[in-house]
């Protein structure tokens, strides 16, 4: 099979952003299969579809952390690597791979020892009720036990991307989306195994993942290849500096599914608050169908800022910016849209309650209010991330983060258990706008800096 490589340095840039966001683009809403075909499946099961989908809902918090160790290391590496490679230094970014996959792989022992530690505790404290238990329980156990291969293949795969090989990236997201879609109903339905079934799908579908990003970086075909040695711990300091802001991002994401949860079963009550949480697992869902395939426009496209960053070729740097928020305004306008009309066929792969579908359409609706301000955020902390610019882009997160988490705290205070939904627009909206006047002031300072750095300085030595 012909593998194409883009040229970060050479190529159009309005093609060059296409090649690398489309691909990334559609790996990433494939990669939301894995947890929302599990959802469609258990919402489906009899009688306890409804029960066992808030079960797994729960779970969401430990699923997502797990999912913020990987992109620690694998953004955090991925973009310096791409800086090393424009200053032609092809040594140094395989040093930074080879100690990306030693920290990966310590990471991911970590965790699976500690989650299957602390699982029980950690249930009770996301959400879970006495109805909902055993449902995470046996969903998180073997998800956790899986983690090696979750981490792994979302972390080394960004070290795909930052070469120029977006395809080969796509094809290792949808080889294990593909395996979770023909495997889940065999698991759930026909063997009968329930959640435990979706939870089992899953990890044999990140396993198969993780086996085709491994055997890439082995390979002939990879600039980078993947060799063991060479270990620096300021190597790796340097990696946790330019991964915190996506860890943050989405390490924090863990919070706010936890405090929405807490906060919808409190105010919810006894009646309702399964309920609720049912619906925020719907609704949660349907927001991954638009952050995460807008994280794979300006994450996939991340390797083109921060080649050109360490080449110096600002003005490919101010090109590629302005294609990247015209794809991703584009994106988030046309699933405005799609929000606001067409939700309830979503919600009614989950659920055939009545109930449920009027909540969670709703649920929706309102969450996607923010949206297309939300795409300035993004590309923005990502486009920062990407040049080594951590103060700004983690500034930026933690205030978006921060003001999420109050606002879901106190609107349920004065409007009940659904005010917690209105405050993910009021942050997107306030922090959109935020972003970018940060980014008017900031960033032509930056680039004027860049090009006064002498020509064959090593950045972030």
């Known amino acids: 099979m012909a593998i194409r490589r883009n040229d970060l340095g050479k190529d159009p840039i309005g ?18 299969l894995y947890s929302i ?28 952390l797990i999912n913020s160790f990987a992109l620690l290391i694998g953004i955090g590496g991925a973009p310096l690597a791409a800086i090393r490679m424009g200053e032609k230094n092809l040594e140094g970014a395989r040093q930074i791979l080879s100690n990306c996959f030693l920290m990966l792989l310590g ?43 979750a981490i792994m293949a979302t972390g080394l795969n960004q070290f795909i991307i930052c070469q120029g090989f977006s395809g080969m990236a ?56 993947l060799k063991l040695g060479g270990y620096s711990l300021r190597i790796m300091r340097r990696v946790l500096t330019f991964g915190f802001s996506p860890f943050i991002i989405c390490a924090t994401d863990s919070v706010l599914i936890i405090a929405m949860n807490s906060v919808l079963q409190h105010y919810g009550g006894p009646e ?3 309920a609720f949480i049912t619906c925020a697992t719907v609704v949660q869902s349907y927001m991954q169908l638009i952050t995460m395939p807008m994280a794979g426009i300006t994450g996939g496209t991340q390797p083109i800022l921060s080649f050109n960053y360490g080449s110096g070729d600002t003005d490919r740097i ?26 309830s066929l979503f919600v009614a792969l989950f659920t055939k309650d009545a109930g449920l579908t009027n909540l969670s ?46 606002l879901t705290l106190v609107l349920p205070i004065f409007f009940g258990a659904s005010g917690a939904f209105y405050a993910e627009p009021a942050v997107d909206i ?32």
């Open 170 to 225: 796509m094809i290792s997201v949808m080889i294990g989306a593909a395996m979770n879609i023909a495997l889940d109903p065999v698991f759930i339905f026909v063997f009968q195994m329930g959640v435990r079934g979706a939870a089992l799908a899953t990890v044999l579908s990140q396993m198969a993942s993780f086996s085709f990003v491994l055997l890439f970086l082995r390979s002939s075909k990879a600039i980078l290849r």
């Open 107 to 149: 990471i991911a022992v970590f965790l699976t020892a500690f989650f299957l530690c602390m699982k029980n505790s950690l249930l009770m404290a996301f959400g879970a009720s006495e109805a909902t238990f055993s449902y995470a329980d046996e969903y998180i156990t073997i998800c956790v036990s899986g983690t090696i291969f």
């Open 318 to 343: 101010r090109v590629a910016f302005r294609r990247i928020i015209l794809l991703c305004v584009g994106f988030t306008t046309l699933m405005f849209c799609i929000s606001q009309t067409c939700s």
């Open 272 to 274: 309702n608050g399964d």
């Open 37 to 64: 075909v599990d959802r469609m499946y258990i919402g489906n099961i009899p009688e306890t579809g409804d029960i066992a989908l808030a079960g797994v809902g729960v779970c969401g918090p430990i699923v997502t």
């Open 430 to 461: 306030l922090c959109g706008i935020l972003s970018t006047i940060t980014f008017l002031l900031n960033f032509n300072t930056l680039m004027r800096r860049r090009q006064e750095i002498p020509e064959g300085t090593a950045l972030y030595s």
């Open 361 to 406: 359409v709703w649920g929706i609706r309102i969450f996607t209010l923010g949206i297309i301000p939300l795409a300035f955020q993004y590309e923005i902390v990502d486009g920062f991330t990407a040049l080594g610019i951590a103060r700004i882009s983690v500034t930026l997160s933690l205030t978006r983060k921060i003001l999420y988490l109050i």
């Open 15 to 32: 093609k060059l952003v296409l090649r690398l966001a489309i691909p990334s683009m559609l790996a990433q809403f494939v990669s939301v």
